[in-house]
DNA sequence: ATCTAACCGAGACGGTACGTCACGTCTTACA
DNA sequence: TGTAAGACGTGACGTACCGTCTCGGTTAGAT
C-alpha cells in the first residue's frame, strides 16, 4: 500500500501545468499566425513565455507538441450529429471533414502532420500512432451500418469513405459540395448491392 | 528578323547543360541517401559540384528542382500496359501505384512534395500545377470507360479511383494486395449501376 | 543574557557540517579533475550529492567555496622549516614556491582565484582580504631580517622576494632553480648594503 | 613563377577587412563597458555588426580576439622616452607600467588575459607566445646597461625590474610612488655591486 | 508530544550563451 | 553573362549552466 505512494510520488519540483498549457495555446496561435512551416521551437518558448529547455523535457519536436495541442479538437471538429437517412449522414460528415480541412485550425495542423510525416520517421509514427481521422469516421459508418447490406470491412470502408477527400484537399483541389453528394450517391449504391 | 534573335538569343555565356543535370542528379541522389527533409540547397549545390548561386538561379526552392527532376520518372512508373479485362487493368494500375508510393524512389519524391504543399503555399501551387498523378490514372479510366457504363465524371472517378490508396499511404498503413482487389470489385459495382 | 542566546542560537535545523565538507571535498577533486574554468556550481553540487540550493546559501560563488577548501593548505605548503643561512631559508621558500604555484593543487587554486580576480571585482575583493602568500613570506623574511641590515619596508620586500618568481610563472616560465639562486643572491645583495 | 601567383591569390570570396577591423573595435569598447568576464562571443558579433560565424571562422576565443585587438596598444603604451640617468629611466618605465595595468584599457586587457591563462591552458599558449611585457622592459634595461656594471641574465633582470611591479597590482594593491622609487633604489643598488 | 522554523535532496522553471548549421546574398577570378 | 568558390549577415538548432522556485522530508529548539 505504501510501495503504491512510493511509486507515485515523485522527488523535486512537479511539472508545471502552468508551462504546459502555455506552449499548448502557443502552437495554436503560432499554426494560424505564421503557419506551420514559419514555427520553431524558439518561437514556440518566445510566445509561451517559456524556457527553451522547458519545451525540450517534454516533447522532442514541434510536431509532437502540435498533435497534443489539437488531438482533442480533432475529434470535436469532426463529431457530426447523426441523421435518420443514411446518404444525409454521410454526407454531413464529409461536409465537416471538407470545412474542417479546408478552414479549421486544427485541419490545418493535420495536414501539416501527415505532410511532415511523409518525409520525417518519427513524426510518421506519431501521427499513425494518433487515431485522427478514423475513429470519427468509422462512427459514422457504424451508425448507417445497419441500412447498408454490403459494406466491405470497416478499413477498406473508411478509406474509401474519407479517402477521395482527403487526396482531393491534399493535392490542392477541393470536393465541390455536388462532386460530395455524388460520391455519396455511388459509395452506398455499391455498398448496398447483393 | 533580328528583334526576334534579341529575344531568344541571349548574350553573354549560356547556360550550362553540365550543371543542370548534375543539380538534377544530386538531388535524384540525395533523396534517397539522406531524405528530403535533410536534403538542403547547400548540400545539393556540394553534391553536384556547383556553385550555390547556380542554384538560386534557376530554381527558388529544392522542391521545384526535386519536381524537375522526377517528373518524368512519375508519368514513367506509373504507366500500365493495360488489359482487356477492366478490373484487371484498374488493379494493376493501383497495384503500380502502391509499389511507386511505397518503394520508388520518385514516389518518395511525390510524398515529399505533396507532404510539404500543405504548409508551403510556394510547393503548393507548384504540386497543383504539375499533373503527377491524375494523368496516368485518367488514362486507365478511359481504358475501362466503354465497358463501365455509369461512371461519374472524370475527377470524381479518379479521386475515388486513387484516393483511398493514396489516403492509406499517406497515413502510414498501404492497402494489402485483397484490400486493392476488394476496392476495384466494389468501385466496379457501383459504376456499373443503372 | 539571554540575548546573547537569541543572537547565537538559532531556531531550525542547524547547517549540515556534512554537506559542508562534502563540497569542499568536491571543490577540491573537480579543480583537479576538470580545472578551474570547467567547474560549474551545478558540477559541484552533483559531485558533492548536494541540493544547488544549498550552495547557494552559504556561497556566492565559486570562487568563494575554492577559497574556503584551500586557504588552510595554502598556509601548510608554504611552511618552510628555517635554516641558520639566510640564503638557504630565503632560498628554501622560493623553492617551495615554485613548487606550490607550479604543481600542488592549492597552488593551482591560487593562481586561477587571482586569474580570475583580474576580471571579476567580487573575486577580487574576496582574493585581497584573505591573505595568501603573504604571511608566510614574511614568516621567512622576518627570520632573516636580523642578518640582513639594509632590508626596505616589509611590503616592498615581500614584493621583491616572491614578485618576480610569481611573475614568470603567471607568464608561463617558471624560474629554473639557477635562476632562483641568482635571485636570492642579489636581493641580498641589495639589502645588506650600507 | 605562376606557381607563386597561384599560391597567393585565393579563390572565392576574400576576407573581409571591414569586419576584422569591427571585431577588434567591438572588442576595446566591450572591454571598457562591460568588462572581459561579461563579454562574450555573441555580444561581440552583435556589437561589431558581423555573423557568429564570421567571429568562430577566423578566432577561437574571446582572448584570442582581444589579444589581436590590443597588442600593438600595449607596445605603444609601455615605450618611455629614455633619460640620461639610469634611475629615472627605470622609474618612468615602471610608472607607466602601473599606470597601465592599473587604467589603461590595454592594461585591462593584460590582466585579463593573463588572468584567464591561469586557467585555460589555450590562453596561456597565447599569452606565452605573445611578448607584452617583456620587449618594452628589455629596450629600457638595454639603455642603463652600460651604466649598471653587475645585471644578471637578461631574463632574470627583467623578471626582477617589473616582477614585484606586477604581482602587487595583480593582488590588489598597486605600489605607490614612493615604493616605486625605493624598488628602483635597491634594485641598481644590487646590479652596480662588484 | 506536538509545533514551527530552517535546513536538506531533488529537479523543474525562465533565461541566455554556447558552437554549429543552413539560409540567401555578395564578391572574387576565371571561362 | 555564367560559373565555382567561399566569405558575409541572419537566425534556428539542441545543449549547458545560470540562479530561483517548489516539492517532500529531516532535525532541531520552543511550546
Chains 1, 2, 3, 4 share one sequence.
Do not use: N
Amino acid at each position: 500500500m505504501a510501495a503504491e505512494d512510493v511509486a507515485t510520488t515523485r522527488v523535486g519540483r512537479p511539472r508545471s501545468e502552468r508551462a504546459r498549457r502555455a506552449v499548448l495555446h502557443a502552437v495554436d496561435d503560432l499554426l494560424v499566425d505564421v503557419g506551420y512551416a514559419a514555427m520553431t521551437m524558439k518561437g514556440i518558448a518566445e510566445r509561451a513565455g517559456v524556457g527553451r529547455q522547458t519545451l525540450y523535457r517534454w516533447w522532442t519536436t514541434k510536431a509532437e507538441i502540435l498533435l497534443e495541442a489539437i488531438v482533442d479538437d480533432v475529434a470535436e471538429d469532426l463529431t457530426t450529429p447523426g441523421c435518420p437517412e443514411a446518404a444525409d449522414d454521410l454526407l454531413t460528415y464529409l461536409r465537416a471533414l471538407t470545412e474542417f480541412l479546408v478552414a479549421a485550425p486544427a485541419g490545418l495542423a493535420y495536414r501539416a502532420l501527415v505532410g511532415e510525416a511523409q518525409h520525417d520517421p518519427a513524426v510518421r509514427g506519431l501521427v499513425h500512432g494518433a487515431d485522427l481521422l478514423d475513429t470519427s469516421a468509422r462512427a459514422v459508418l457504424d451508425r448507417v451500418r445497419p441500412a447498408v447490406p454490403a459494406m466491405p470491412s470497416p478499413d477498406l470502408c473508411a478509406a474509401q469513405f474519407v479517402g477521395p477527400v482527403v487526396y482531393r484537399v491534399f493535392t490542392a483541389q477541393a470536393f465541390s459540395d455536388e462532386e460530395l453528394r455524388e460520391h455519396v450517391r455511388t459509395l452506398l449504391a455499391s455498398w448496398s448491392q447483393r
